[in-house]
């Protein structure tokens, strides 16, 4: 069998969900095939955040169709609410096509990602990303909020050295184009 010439491959997976696990071991078979993919093409939003994360181009429907697409999911977010049970340790990714409440702890070298909120009922010391898709409304809510990194939409943002006051919930939240660090407010599932 002659090996395969190293090509430019475009993979198209529709309408399929597919985990970021599932993604990696096919990229791994055509990896050992000599095939290199440079472009993911996915209608699925989450399917294309998880592609991002690896480093591929993804591609969804045409611009206007897409925008229209993204803000019907920032419309839902509000409504959809996706619990996850346990805590991501390092190497894990955990990415939610809605708001997101994490019971467990996200270790250093885990990520969490969402289109919409990213709460956790635990401490937050790996890498958090709400409104992945470009929600500037989202937030980041923790009972032990220190992240290496925070993300809201496309800003980025490192919290500070100084600890919170114990039992004391923190979230974060785009404030006149920064990354600000509050108090967390109770009502966050009533706000506006």
Sequence with gaps: MSELPIGF?????????????????????LD????????WESKRPEVRMIVSSLGILAKGEDREQSDMKNQTVLDSVREEIIIHRGTL?????LVAPGTILLLG???????????????????LR????????????ARIVAMHLRPLQLR???????????KPGMGLAEEAQIFEGNIRITLAYPGWSNRT
């Excluded at 996200?106 to 956790?120: H, K, L, T, Y």
């Design 9 to 29: 491959i475009v993979v198209s997976s529709h309408n399929w969900t597919l985990t970021r696990f599932s993604i990696q071991v096919l990229l791994r078979k």
């Design 32 to 39: 050992s095939r000599g095939m290199k993919v440079e472009v």
């Design 89 to 93: 340790r390092s190497g894990d990714t």
């Design 105 to 123: 702890d996200v270790n250093p070298g885990a990520i969490i990602s969402s289109v919409g909120d990213v709460m956790i009922w635990g401490k």
């Design 126 to 137: 790996g890498i958090a990303h709400a409104g992945c898709l470009g929600n500037q409304k």
């Design 152 to 162: 809201i939409a496309q800003i980025v943002a490192r919290v500070p050295d100084d």
